[in-house]
């Protein structure tokens, strides 16, 4: 119930492309949907958030679509690039307290 | 400059040595919150607090402790390691009453032997 479901393991994209995660989660009471971005050697930091009642969110070249009827929500990076190359996770959370994490995407964009 | 702050950044340990990992913030944050990361599992939480003096387990809760005495700090305490806590620690925190973004401190890599 409080799983969150992240796939791909791994993803490796050229420059220029589209880079997409996607995650799947069980609990209906979550009511945020952020994704981190993580550097080796730093903490996560929040790339985009979505909450339940919006479809999709836009934020230069990341957009999260979320699909409530499916319990999924994914994370496409338009225009990648090899800065893009970091680990994602996804994650939900009830009210902001509990938070549970997808297992995470590492991404590379080859140059 | 906003920011968390963990310390120590490294940590190496016997099993059954009591140790704190501090952490701090400077950014009035009412939630505070620790997760441990291990390869695979992505993110796991251990504790997070509303507020001073109000603390809630997460998900993997077993083997720690934590208080929330001032505003500002978050100390989290392994009364007695054991090798399985090995794991790399963030914590993180937010501004709280319906603001959820999180910002997270650098981590600090915990190994018990």
């Known amino acids: 119930q409080q799983q969150v479901k992240q796939s791909p393991q791994s993803l490796i994209v050229q420059k220029g492309g589209i880079s997409i995660i996607n995650c799947a989660y069980e609990n209906t009471a979550f009511d945020y949907f952020p994704w981190y971005q993580q550097f080796p050697g730093k903490g996560p930091a929040l790339l985009i958030a979505?909450?339940?009642?919006?479809s999709e969110k836009k934020e230069g070249r990341f957009t999260i679509s979320f699909n409530k009827s499916a319990k999924q929500f994914s994370l496409h990076i338009m225009d990648s690039q090899p800065g893009d190359s970091a680990t994602y996770f996804c994650?939900?959370?009830?009210?902001?307290?509990?938070?549970?994490f997808g297992p995470g995407t590492r991404l590379s964009v080859l140059p | 400059e906003a920011q968390v702050t963990q310390n120590p950044r490294y940590l190496i340990t016997v099993t059954g040595k009591k140790l704190t990992v501090t952490c701090s913030q400077n950014?009035?944050?009412?939630?505070m919150s620790w997760y441990r990361q291990d390869p695979g599992l992505g993110l796991r939480q251990i504790y997070y607090s509303m507020n001073v003096e109000v603390t809630d387990k997460g998900d993997v809760p077993e083997g720690y402790k934590v208080s929330r005495k001032e505003k500002r700090n978050f100390p989290l305490i392994l009364e007695s390691p054991s090798p399985n806590q090995t794991s790399l620690y963030f914590c993180a925190s937010s501004l709280g009453r319906g603001t959820y973004e999180q910002y997270f401190g650098p981590g600090t890599r915990l190994t018990v032997t």
């Open positions: 950014m009035n944050h009412e939630y």
């Open positions: 979505i909450r339940p009642d919006v």
């Open positions: 994650a939900a959370s009830m009210d902001g307290q509990n938070f549970v």
